[in-house]
Protein backbone atom coordinates (compact mmCIF):
# COMPACT_ATOMS: atom_id res chain seq x y z
CA UNK A 1 0.00 0.00 0.00
CA UNK A 2 1.24 3.45 -1.04
CA UNK A 3 1.80 5.38 2.51
CA UNK A 4 1.46 8.44 1.14
CA UNK A 5 -0.93 10.25 -1.95
CA UNK A 6 0.56 11.14 -5.06
CA UNK A 7 -1.73 13.91 -6.38
CA UNK A 8 -2.78 15.20 -9.49
CA UNK A 9 -3.32 11.98 -12.49
CA UNK A 10 -0.74 9.32 -13.09
CA UNK A 11 1.29 10.45 -16.40
CA UNK A 12 0.27 7.12 -18.10
CA UNK A 13 2.42 6.80 -21.56
CA UNK A 14 3.38 3.15 -21.45
CA UNK A 15 1.93 2.14 -25.31
CA UNK A 16 -1.22 0.25 -23.53
CA UNK A 17 -2.56 0.13 -21.67
CA UNK A 18 -3.78 3.78 -22.80
CA UNK A 19 -6.11 6.82 -21.04
CA UNK A 20 -9.33 6.14 -20.48
CA UNK A 21 -11.62 8.98 -21.70
CA UNK A 22 -13.69 10.17 -19.30
CA UNK A 23 -16.72 9.32 -21.27
CA UNK A 24 -15.53 5.99 -21.73
CA UNK A 25 -15.55 5.36 -18.31
CA UNK A 26 -18.66 6.97 -17.72
CA UNK A 27 -19.94 4.92 -20.51
CA UNK A 28 -18.78 1.39 -18.25
CA UNK A 29 -20.43 2.58 -15.38
CA UNK A 30 -23.21 0.30 -15.71
CA UNK A 31 -25.36 -2.19 -13.79
CA UNK A 32 -25.13 -6.10 -14.80
CA UNK A 33 -27.46 -7.14 -17.63
CA UNK A 34 -28.59 -10.08 -18.88
CA UNK A 35 -26.64 -11.02 -21.81
CA UNK A 36 -29.64 -13.02 -23.42
CA UNK A 37 -32.09 -10.29 -22.96
CA UNK A 38 -34.24 -9.79 -25.99
CA UNK A 39 -33.16 -6.32 -25.76
CA UNK A 40 -29.15 -7.11 -26.33
CA UNK A 41 -28.63 -7.24 -29.71
CA UNK A 42 -29.48 -3.45 -29.73
CA UNK A 43 -26.45 -2.91 -27.81
CA UNK A 44 -23.90 -5.86 -29.84
CA UNK A 45 -25.07 -5.96 -33.23
CA UNK A 46 -23.99 -1.93 -34.08
CA UNK A 47 -20.43 -2.99 -32.70
CA UNK A 48 -19.48 -5.20 -35.83
CA UNK A 49 -19.89 -2.54 -38.34
CA UNK A 50 -18.21 -0.15 -36.29
CA UNK A 51 -15.18 -2.44 -35.41
CA UNK A 52 -15.68 -3.54 -39.29
CA UNK A 53 -15.11 0.08 -40.68
CA UNK A 54 -12.04 0.67 -38.41
CA UNK A 55 -10.28 -2.39 -39.66
CA UNK A 56 -10.95 -1.37 -42.93
CA UNK A 57 -13.19 -4.46 -44.11
CA UNK A 58 -16.72 -4.37 -45.62
CA UNK A 59 -16.31 -7.87 -46.77
CA UNK A 60 -14.49 -9.80 -43.54
CA UNK A 61 -15.82 -10.77 -39.94
CA UNK A 62 -15.50 -9.20 -36.97
CA UNK A 63 -14.96 -10.24 -33.62
CA UNK A 64 -15.04 -9.55 -30.24
CA UNK A 65 -13.52 -11.70 -27.46
CA UNK A 66 -12.94 -11.82 -24.27
CA UNK A 67 -9.40 -11.94 -24.75
CA UNK A 68 -6.35 -9.75 -25.39
CA UNK A 69 -4.37 -9.57 -28.25
CA UNK A 70 -2.24 -12.72 -27.10
CA UNK A 71 -5.47 -14.74 -27.85
CA UNK A 72 -5.86 -12.97 -31.02
CA UNK A 73 -2.49 -14.99 -32.07
CA UNK A 74 -3.75 -17.68 -31.07
CA UNK A 75 -7.18 -17.58 -32.27
CA UNK A 76 -5.52 -16.45 -35.94
CA UNK A 77 -3.15 -20.05 -36.28
CA UNK A 78 -6.03 -22.20 -34.93
CA UNK A 79 -8.70 -21.31 -36.59
CA UNK A 80 -6.47 -21.90 -39.95
CA UNK A 81 -4.09 -24.04 -39.85
CA UNK A 82 -2.67 -27.49 -38.50
CA UNK A 83 -0.29 -28.37 -36.69
CA UNK A 84 2.85 -29.01 -38.70
CA UNK A 85 2.35 -26.81 -41.50
CA UNK A 86 4.80 -24.16 -41.99
CA UNK A 87 4.34 -20.34 -41.09
CA UNK A 88 6.69 -17.47 -42.13
CA UNK A 89 7.74 -15.14 -40.05
CA UNK A 90 10.13 -12.54 -39.53
CA UNK A 91 11.35 -11.42 -36.03
CA UNK A 92 12.78 -7.87 -34.86
CA UNK A 93 11.06 -7.27 -31.54
CA UNK A 94 9.41 -8.65 -28.71
CA UNK A 95 6.07 -9.01 -29.74
CA UNK A 96 7.31 -10.42 -33.24
CA UNK A 97 9.07 -12.74 -31.45
CA UNK A 98 5.92 -13.97 -28.89
CA UNK A 99 3.80 -15.14 -31.49
CA UNK A 100 6.79 -16.42 -33.69
CA UNK A 101 6.87 -18.70 -29.87
CA UNK A 102 3.28 -19.63 -29.66
CA UNK A 103 3.24 -20.61 -33.55
CA UNK A 104 6.03 -23.07 -32.26
CA UNK A 105 3.85 -24.07 -29.09
CA UNK A 106 0.82 -25.41 -31.30
CA UNK A 107 2.96 -27.50 -33.37
CA UNK A 108 3.91 -25.24 -36.20
CA UNK A 109 6.70 -25.28 -38.10
CA UNK A 110 8.01 -21.67 -38.22
CA UNK A 111 10.07 -19.83 -41.07
CA UNK A 112 12.03 -17.50 -38.89
CA UNK A 113 14.16 -15.03 -40.71
CA UNK A 114 16.17 -12.69 -38.18
CA UNK A 115 15.93 -9.28 -38.60
CA UNK A 116 17.79 -6.10 -36.77
CA UNK A 117 15.98 -4.75 -33.59
CA UNK A 118 14.51 -1.64 -34.84
CA UNK A 119 14.15 -2.31 -38.26
CA UNK A 120 10.59 -4.18 -39.78
CA UNK A 121 9.22 -6.44 -42.33
CA UNK A 122 11.69 -6.80 -45.63
CA UNK A 123 9.06 -7.29 -48.34
CA UNK A 124 11.86 -8.02 -50.91
CA UNK A 125 12.57 -11.15 -48.32
CA UNK A 126 9.22 -12.29 -48.43
CA UNK A 127 8.92 -12.42 -52.11
CA UNK A 128 11.98 -14.54 -52.47
CA UNK A 129 11.07 -16.93 -49.82
CA UNK A 130 7.62 -17.37 -51.01
CA UNK A 131 9.04 -17.67 -55.04
CA UNK A 132 11.67 -20.26 -53.72
CA UNK A 133 8.15 -22.15 -51.78
CA UNK A 134 7.62 -23.80 -55.31
CA UNK A 135 4.88 -26.65 -53.62
CA UNK A 136 3.16 -23.67 -51.46
CA UNK A 137 4.20 -25.56 -47.97
CA UNK A 138 4.09 -22.39 -46.50
CA UNK A 139 0.77 -21.41 -45.20
CA UNK A 140 0.74 -18.17 -43.91
CA UNK A 141 3.18 -15.19 -43.69
CA UNK A 142 2.75 -13.81 -40.06
CA UNK A 143 3.74 -9.61 -39.89
CA UNK A 144 3.30 -7.76 -37.03
CA UNK A 145 2.17 -3.90 -38.26
CA UNK A 146 3.68 -2.18 -35.32
CA UNK A 147 6.17 -3.73 -33.23
CA UNK A 148 5.71 -2.04 -29.39
CA UNK A 149 8.82 -2.74 -28.12
CA UNK A 150 11.07 -1.08 -30.73
CA UNK A 151 8.71 1.63 -31.89
CA UNK A 152 8.54 0.49 -35.99
CA UNK A 153 5.83 0.21 -38.11
CA UNK A 154 6.02 -2.19 -41.27
CA UNK A 155 4.59 -1.70 -44.42
CA UNK A 156 1.67 -4.14 -44.90
CA UNK A 157 0.74 -3.25 -48.31
CA UNK A 158 4.41 -3.64 -49.67
CA UNK A 159 3.71 -7.54 -47.82
CA UNK A 160 0.95 -8.14 -49.93
CA UNK A 161 2.08 -7.46 -52.87
CA UNK A 162 5.23 -9.20 -51.94
CA UNK A 163 2.56 -12.21 -51.93
CA UNK A 164 0.90 -11.56 -54.95
CA UNK A 165 4.32 -10.75 -56.97
CA UNK A 166 5.51 -14.34 -55.77
CA UNK A 167 2.25 -15.63 -56.89
CA UNK A 168 1.79 -17.61 -53.27
CA UNK A 169 -1.69 -18.30 -51.72
CA UNK A 170 0.02 -18.49 -48.40
CA UNK A 171 -2.64 -16.48 -45.53
CA UNK A 172 -1.93 -13.12 -44.76
CA UNK A 173 -1.96 -12.85 -40.45
CA UNK A 174 -0.96 -9.18 -38.88
CA UNK A 175 -0.53 -7.85 -35.80
CA UNK A 176 -2.02 -4.49 -35.39
CA UNK A 177 -2.43 -4.57 -31.46
CA UNK A 178 -0.84 -1.18 -31.80
CA UNK A 179 -1.96 0.08 -34.42
CA UNK A 180 -5.41 -0.32 -35.41
CA UNK A 181 -7.62 2.39 -34.20
CA UNK A 182 -4.45 4.88 -34.02
CA UNK A 183 -2.78 3.88 -37.52
CA UNK A 184 -4.30 3.69 -40.53
CA UNK A 185 -5.13 -0.02 -41.34
CA UNK A 186 -7.25 -1.18 -44.71
CA UNK A 187 -7.58 -5.02 -44.08
CA UNK A 188 -9.80 -5.42 -47.82
CA UNK A 189 -6.96 -3.25 -49.82
CA UNK A 190 -4.09 -4.88 -48.38
CA UNK A 191 -5.54 -8.55 -48.66
CA UNK A 192 -5.25 -9.46 -45.05
CA UNK A 193 -6.54 -12.48 -43.73
CA UNK A 194 -6.16 -12.08 -40.07
CA UNK A 195 -6.00 -8.81 -38.20
CA UNK A 196 -5.83 -9.17 -34.22
CA UNK A 197 -5.83 -6.03 -32.34
CA UNK A 198 -7.01 -5.46 -28.28
CA UNK A 199 -9.47 -3.15 -26.67
CA UNK A 200 -6.31 -1.01 -24.33
CA UNK A 201 -4.73 0.96 -27.24
CA UNK A 202 -5.94 3.13 -29.47
CA UNK A 203 -9.70 2.00 -28.74
CA UNK A 204 -8.92 3.57 -25.48
CA UNK A 205 -10.40 0.75 -23.44
CA UNK A 206 -9.21 -1.39 -20.29
CA UNK A 207 -7.72 -4.43 -21.85
CA UNK A 208 -10.21 -6.87 -21.95
CA UNK A 209 -11.51 -7.27 -25.48
CA UNK A 210 -9.81 -9.23 -28.29
CA UNK A 211 -10.57 -7.19 -30.87
CA UNK A 212 -10.33 -8.63 -34.59
CA UNK A 213 -11.47 -9.72 -38.24
CA UNK A 214 -10.96 -12.33 -40.66
CA UNK A 215 -11.43 -13.01 -44.24
CA UNK A 216 -14.14 -15.53 -45.62
CA UNK A 217 -11.44 -17.46 -46.84
CA UNK A 218 -9.54 -17.89 -43.30
CA UNK A 219 -12.59 -18.54 -41.75
CA UNK A 220 -13.40 -21.27 -44.29
CA UNK A 221 -10.02 -22.87 -43.91
CA UNK A 222 -11.39 -24.17 -40.27
CA UNK A 223 -13.60 -26.29 -42.04
CA UNK A 224 -10.99 -28.69 -43.03
CA UNK A 225 -7.76 -28.05 -40.75
CA UNK A 226 -7.33 -29.89 -37.76
CA UNK A 227 -6.07 -26.73 -35.54
CA UNK A 228 -7.26 -27.46 -32.07
CA UNK A 229 -10.08 -24.76 -30.79
CA UNK A 230 -13.12 -24.83 -29.07
CA UNK A 231 -13.06 -20.87 -27.25
CA UNK A 232 -11.58 -19.63 -29.80
CA UNK A 233 -14.28 -20.99 -32.59
CA UNK A 234 -14.80 -18.57 -35.33
CA UNK A 235 -17.36 -20.11 -37.05
CA UNK A 236 -19.36 -19.96 -33.19
CA UNK A 237 -18.87 -16.62 -32.44
CA UNK A 238 -20.54 -15.79 -36.22
CA UNK A 239 -23.42 -17.76 -35.70
CA UNK A 240 -24.23 -16.16 -32.18
CA UNK A 241 -23.16 -12.79 -33.35
CA UNK A 242 -25.42 -12.85 -36.56
CA UNK A 243 -28.15 -12.64 -34.02
CA UNK A 244 -26.62 -10.25 -31.12
CA UNK A 245 -25.29 -12.58 -28.71
CA UNK A 246 -22.36 -14.56 -27.98
CA UNK A 247 -21.68 -18.03 -27.17
CA UNK A 248 -20.66 -17.44 -23.42
CA UNK A 249 -20.84 -14.70 -20.89
CA UNK A 250 -19.68 -11.39 -22.40
CA UNK A 251 -18.19 -8.56 -20.31
CA UNK A 252 -21.30 -6.21 -20.76
CA UNK A 253 -19.48 -3.11 -19.21
CA UNK A 254 -16.63 -3.43 -21.68
CA UNK A 255 -19.03 -3.62 -24.34
CA UNK A 256 -20.70 -0.21 -23.53
CA UNK A 257 -16.98 0.77 -23.40
CA UNK A 258 -16.51 0.00 -26.81
CA UNK A 259 -19.77 1.21 -28.49
CA UNK A 260 -18.81 4.53 -26.66
CA UNK A 261 -15.34 4.34 -28.34
CA UNK A 262 -16.04 3.48 -31.67
CA UNK A 263 -18.56 6.93 -31.01
CA UNK A 264 -15.63 9.03 -30.06
CA UNK A 265 -13.14 7.06 -33.02
CA UNK A 266 -16.21 8.06 -35.66
CA UNK A 267 -17.01 12.00 -34.27
CA UNK A 268 -13.18 13.08 -34.50
CA UNK A 269 -12.94 11.04 -38.22
CA UNK A 270 -10.76 8.35 -38.50
CA UNK A 271 -8.68 10.08 -41.23
CA UNK A 272 -7.86 13.29 -38.08
CA UNK A 273 -7.36 10.57 -35.80
CA UNK A 274 -4.51 9.51 -37.90
CA UNK A 275 -3.28 13.02 -38.60
CA UNK A 276 -3.60 13.22 -35.07
CA UNK A 277 -0.94 10.60 -33.99
CA UNK A 278 1.36 11.19 -36.67
CA UNK A 279 1.18 14.93 -35.58
CA UNK A 280 1.80 13.82 -31.85
CA UNK A 281 4.69 11.69 -32.73
CA UNK A 282 6.66 14.30 -35.18
CA UNK A 283 6.80 16.30 -31.97
CA UNK A 284 7.84 13.14 -29.14
CA UNK A 285 10.63 12.59 -32.26
CA UNK A 286 11.90 16.05 -32.26
CA UNK A 287 12.25 16.04 -28.69
CA UNK A 288 14.59 13.02 -29.11
CA UNK A 289 16.50 14.72 -31.96
CA UNK A 290 17.17 18.11 -29.66
CA UNK A 291 18.36 15.42 -27.01
CA UNK A 292 20.61 14.63 -29.00
CA UNK A 293 19.58 11.08 -28.28
CA UNK A 294 18.62 8.40 -31.54
CA UNK A 295 14.99 6.08 -32.05
CA UNK A 296 15.49 2.84 -31.79
CA UNK A 297 13.77 2.85 -35.27
CA UNK A 298 16.91 2.51 -37.53
CA UNK A 299 15.61 4.74 -40.30
CA UNK A 300 13.02 7.60 -40.64
CA UNK A 301 10.53 5.26 -42.70
CA UNK A 302 10.30 2.23 -39.62
CA UNK A 303 9.41 5.25 -37.09
CA UNK A 304 6.18 4.27 -35.49
CA UNK A 305 3.68 7.05 -34.68
CA UNK A 306 1.82 5.47 -31.54
CA UNK A 307 5.38 4.57 -29.95
CA UNK A 308 9.09 6.51 -29.67
CA UNK A 309 11.52 3.35 -28.40
CA UNK A 310 14.76 5.77 -27.12
CA UNK A 311 17.89 4.49 -26.78
CA UNK A 312 19.99 5.93 -23.78
CA UNK A 313 23.54 6.97 -24.56
CA UNK A 314 26.17 3.65 -23.60
CA UNK A 315 26.86 3.59 -19.85
CA UNK A 316 23.61 4.73 -18.82
CA UNK A 317 20.38 2.07 -17.87
CA UNK A 318 17.49 2.95 -18.74
CA UNK A 319 15.61 0.83 -16.01
CA UNK A 320 16.81 3.48 -13.65
CA UNK A 321 15.29 6.37 -15.90
CA UNK A 322 11.78 4.89 -15.83
CA UNK A 323 12.44 4.12 -12.64
CA UNK A 324 12.73 7.86 -11.50
CA UNK A 325 9.73 9.23 -14.11
CA UNK A 326 7.45 6.87 -12.16
CA UNK A 327 8.64 7.03 -8.55
CA UNK A 328 9.97 10.92 -8.72
CA UNK A 329 7.05 12.46 -11.16
CA UNK A 330 4.35 9.68 -11.62
CA UNK A 331 5.15 9.37 -15.29
CA UNK A 332 4.83 5.41 -16.07
CA UNK A 333 7.06 4.83 -19.45
CA UNK A 334 7.27 1.96 -21.02
CA UNK A 335 10.34 -0.32 -20.40
CA UNK A 336 13.08 -1.92 -22.84
CA UNK A 337 12.18 -5.73 -23.19
CA UNK A 338 13.88 -8.41 -23.69
CA UNK A 339 17.09 -7.60 -26.59
CA UNK A 340 16.95 -3.87 -25.67
CA UNK A 341 15.97 -3.57 -21.71
CA UNK A 342 18.00 -1.40 -20.22
CA UNK A 343 18.66 0.40 -23.58
CA UNK A 344 15.85 2.26 -24.32
CA UNK A 345 12.77 3.44 -22.56
CA UNK A 346 9.54 4.01 -24.93
CA UNK A 347 6.62 7.11 -24.89
CA UNK A 348 3.27 5.35 -26.24
CA UNK A 349 1.23 8.44 -27.99
CA UNK A 350 -1.75 6.48 -28.32
CA UNK A 351 -5.22 6.64 -27.69
CA UNK A 352 -7.11 9.82 -26.21
CA UNK A 353 -4.16 12.51 -26.13
CA UNK A 354 -3.32 15.78 -27.02
CA UNK A 355 -0.26 18.11 -27.21
CA UNK A 356 0.10 19.55 -23.86
CA UNK A 357 -0.60 15.60 -22.38
CA UNK A 358 2.30 14.45 -24.30
CA UNK A 359 4.67 17.70 -23.69
CA UNK A 360 4.08 16.83 -19.91
CA UNK A 361 5.66 12.82 -20.69
CA UNK A 362 8.62 14.75 -22.85
CA UNK A 363 9.23 16.91 -19.62
CA UNK A 364 9.15 14.37 -17.49
CA UNK A 365 11.25 11.97 -18.94
CA UNK A 366 13.80 14.65 -19.73
CA UNK A 367 14.08 15.50 -15.90
CA UNK A 368 14.35 11.52 -15.28
CA UNK A 369 17.46 11.44 -17.36
CA UNK A 370 18.79 14.71 -16.40
CA UNK A 371 18.60 13.02 -12.71
CA UNK A 372 20.20 9.68 -13.91
CA UNK A 373 23.17 12.41 -15.51
CA UNK A 374 22.11 11.73 -19.13
CA UNK A 375 23.51 15.04 -20.24
CA UNK A 376 20.64 16.52 -22.08
CA UNK A 377 19.84 20.13 -22.56
CA UNK A 378 17.47 21.22 -20.01
CA UNK A 379 13.94 21.94 -21.58
CA UNK A 380 15.65 21.01 -25.05
CA UNK A 381 13.09 18.33 -25.88
CA UNK A 382 10.02 20.29 -24.59
CA UNK A 383 11.32 23.53 -26.79
CA UNK A 384 11.82 21.11 -30.08
CA UNK A 385 8.16 19.63 -29.24
CA UNK A 386 6.46 22.54 -29.20
CA UNK A 387 7.72 24.13 -32.05
CA UNK A 388 6.55 21.42 -33.71
CA UNK A 389 2.92 21.30 -32.31
CA UNK A 390 3.28 25.07 -32.82
CA UNK A 391 4.34 25.23 -36.34
CA UNK A 392 1.63 22.72 -37.20
CA UNK A 393 -1.91 23.08 -35.03
CA UNK A 394 -3.40 19.30 -34.76
CA UNK A 395 -6.80 21.04 -34.94
CA UNK A 396 -8.29 23.77 -37.42
CA UNK A 397 -9.29 26.43 -35.06
N1 LIG B 1 1.28 -7.52 -30.11
C1 LIG B 1 1.73 -6.27 -29.88
C2 LIG B 1 2.32 -5.50 -31.02
C3 LIG B 1 1.65 -5.73 -28.60
O1 LIG B 1 2.09 -4.49 -28.37
C4 LIG B 1 1.10 -6.50 -27.55
C5 LIG B 1 1.01 -5.98 -26.20
O2 LIG B 1 1.49 -4.93 -25.87
C6 LIG B 1 0.65 -7.79 -27.86
C7 LIG B 1 0.74 -8.26 -29.14
C8 LIG B 1 0.07 -8.66 -26.81
O3 LIG B 1 -1.19 -8.18 -26.51
P1 LIG B 1 -1.88 -8.46 -25.10
O4 LIG B 1 -0.94 -7.97 -24.07
O5 LIG B 1 -3.14 -7.66 -25.24
O6 LIG B 1 -2.13 -9.91 -25.02
Excluded at 130 to 141: F, G, P, R
Excluded at 296 to 319: F, L, Q
Excluded at 360 to 373: K, P, S, T, V
Aim: proline share 5%.
Amino acid sequence: MLNSRIPGRNFLFVPGPTNLPDRIVRAMSVASEDHRSPTFPDLVKPLFPGLKKVFGTEKGHAFIFPASGTGGWEAAITNTLSPGDKVLAQRFGQFSHLWIDLCKRHGLEVVVQEREWGTGNDPELIEETLKADKNHEIKAVLATHNETATGVTSDIAAVRRAMDNAKHPALLFVDGVSSVASLEFKMDEWGVDVIVSGSQKGFMLPAGLLLMAASQKAVDAGKSNSGRRAYFEFRDMIAQNANGYFPYTPSVPLLYGLKESLSILFEEGLDQVYKRHHHLAEGCRAAVAAWGLKCCAKEPKWNSDTVTAIVVPEGYDAAKVIETAYKRYNLALGAGLSEVAGKVFRIGHLGDLNELMLLGAIAGAEMAMLDNGIKVTPGSGVAAAQAVYRANPMLKM
